[in-house]
DNA sequence: AGTAGATACTACGGCACGTAGTAATTCCGT
DNA sequence: ACGGAATTACTACGTGCCGTAGTATCTACT
């Protein structure tokens, strides 16, 4: 209920988002539903109909943004993958106090791979980097 | 279906492990349903056998672990409050190849409060003395 | 032996999601 | 202008999870 539904995709819902965010660099003006059928619902053996239902509940759920084009709707994702990882993110610990917070990305951290320690070390470094740039100048 | 349901609690659940956690500091042999009902389903209206389906449910979900105590179980936290939000982290990243994941974080950081950022660099620090101290000795 | 308290079993409604059918609309080509 | 093909709109159904709870059953103690 306060579980924000954007955090919590479907297994088909996210991967039309994932078919959206990779193919929509090359098609701005965003995909109609027959692309997305025939790019993951063929192989799946998926109605097309099926497509449109859970593209139409997506755009409710603003998972994707759409606009007309004739009669057919081009859809567009509405967030980035960045930003709807970031968002589950900070939802998952936005759950926690303060005070858990830090013991709890100990946890994290201590469970994460040398691989992803780095990725994150290597994010807080880009971050504080810009930081710096942002108070220099 | 893929989405690990040890990561995604409804509401009630969450009271309930909330409870457990804080609760079973104090009181190691676990949480009687009725120690449960009376601290936190009383106040909402709850029926006993409320709790007593939820505290099943979650036991067969392994959230929590259960012991006979004459006819009664006494509940447990299966997992703290840290190793769960943990979970739920990489769960979230789980789902984003490598590359992904650097600027998925990275716009996570960009999203963070500076107190949030602190308490990351700070669990980072953590993290690194213990391994400096594994390292040499 | 009866009663209080505990569990076991079963159930129901709501919501999210996967899945899809049918009806209505519209565009295009001839 | 008309018919067919494409597209959407509306509706629906099954399943799983969760909140919620009733009833039946069991058992320990008085």
Redesign the interface.
Known sequence: ???NPR??L??LE?AVMEHLWTASEARPEGLTVRDVHDAIGVERGLAYTTLMTVLDRMAKKKLVTRERDGRAWRYLPAS????L??E???H??G??A?S?????????????TP???D??????A??EQREGKRKTG
Chains 1, 2 share one sequence.
């Not at 980035?80 to 930003?83: A, C, F, L, P």
Request: aromatic letters at 2%; a negative charge; zero cysteines.
């Open positions: 209920m306060a579980t955090t919590r479907g297994e996210r980035s993958r960045d930003e990882t970031s589950a993110l900070h998952t610990l759950e926690l303060g858990e917070r830090r013991s709890a990305l100990l946890r994290f951290l201590d469970q994460s691989e992803e320690l990725e994150l070390r290597a994010a807080l880009d971050l």
